[in-house]
């Protein structure tokens, strides 16, 4: 069937003619953000139950370690990033913000904000915790 295709120009373009931009690294950091934080829901949940059936957390070592460290910054910055996404959509929903110069600086802005924002949470829980 693919033998039949002659037209010179690619058949999925998208990758060939978009040029990067910040409205399309936040949509595909906020549906990354959405996987990790169902993933981290569901690890917390275990550790919960697993808390509630032995009365101890399981793989304490890991979670105060600096590993556990850098999955508390990845998860806080998947549920802040989430959060901050939000927020555009109800800006969007009012009509504003939608020219796309406009539109990528926001982008921009709110991956800086989740990431100095986890990055103080991340310090102060882990500093809290050690």
């Not at 040029?19 to 981290?40: F, K, T, V």
């Amino acid at each position: 069937m693919s033998s039949e295709w002659n037209d010179p120009r690619p058949m999925s373009p998208h990758l060939q003619v978009w040029r990067w931009h910040g409205a399309m690294l936040s949509s595909i950091l906020h549906r990354a953000s959405a996987i990790i934080c169902y993933i981290a829901l569901f690890i917390v949940a275990v550790g919960v139950l697993v808390l509630s059936l032995t009365g101890q957390l399981p793989l304490a070592g890991l979670v105060f370690s600096p590993l556990g460290a850098i999955g508390l910054f990845v998860f806080l910055f998947a549920f802040i990033f989430m959060a901050v996404a939000q927020a555009r959509h109800a800006i969007w929903n009012r009509g504003n913000m939608l020219d796309p110069d406009k539109n990528n600086m926001m982008s921009f802005l709110m991956v800086g904000l989740s990431v100095v924002l986890s990055l103080v949470l991340t310090l102060v829980i882990a500093g809290a915790a050690s």
